[in-house]
């Protein structure tokens, strides 16, 4: 867990997510993408059965109430995977904010968590996104991350007419 201040009067807890989290992460996680709540609640609920070692769901609370929700994996493309597969390590899959929490820092506060979370376990971290998607592209270049292909694939992930942008930062040696 750790607490972030993020502005005066405003500070952020980051802590990994517990089962009574799910409904209002499932509702944030459905306002930033698909609208279904249902859906959003279903698959935090298999990611939260199934975490291990090798993943991690993150919550951002504010005054005792989520206002964030993030996810790290690692990732191990399967044999049979295409040859412009994203390369196996460590993934920041994920940053919903509730709207009304936006642009203070929640986003960044929750990636900084996970990208601590990376560090314990590999030297570099790996991040994409839609290359229309400005706000995340500049909070990820902002703390180092670097452009490396647009040509590649990643299971379930789709992208708009201008593609994916996959970007890696070198945590240590």
């Known amino acids: 867990m750790s607490v972030v201040n993020l502005e005066q009067h405003f500070s952020v807890v980051i802590r990994p997510l517990v089962p009574a989290d799910l409904e209002p992460a499932a509702e944030i996680v459905a306002v930033c993408t698909d ?7 279903e698959l935090l609920e298999r990611r939260l059965e199934r ?34 597969a994203a390369p196996s390590g460590w993934y920041l899959l994920g940053v919903n904010v509730d709207p009304a929490c936006r642009r203070r820092g929640v986003g960044r506060a929750l990636t900084v968590a996970r990208l601590s979370f990376i560090a314990e376990r590999a030297s570099t ?4 996104t839609d290359a229309s998607n400005e706000a995340s592209i500049a909070l990820h270049e902002a703390l180092g991350f670097r452009p490396q292909t647009t040509d590649f694939w990643f299971p379930t992930a789709t992208f708009g007419v201008g593609g994916g942008v996959l970007f890696s930062l070198h945590l240590r040696d």
């Open 125 to 128: 971290a790996w991040f994409f």
């Open 51 to 84: 975490q291990a070692p090798d993943s991690a769901l993150l919550v951002a609370e504010v005054d005792a109430r989520i206002v964030g929700v993030s996810r790290v994996a690692y990732f191990e493309p399967a044999a049979d995977a295409p040859a412009n």
């Open 35 to 41: 609208g279904n709540v249902a859906h959003q609640l």
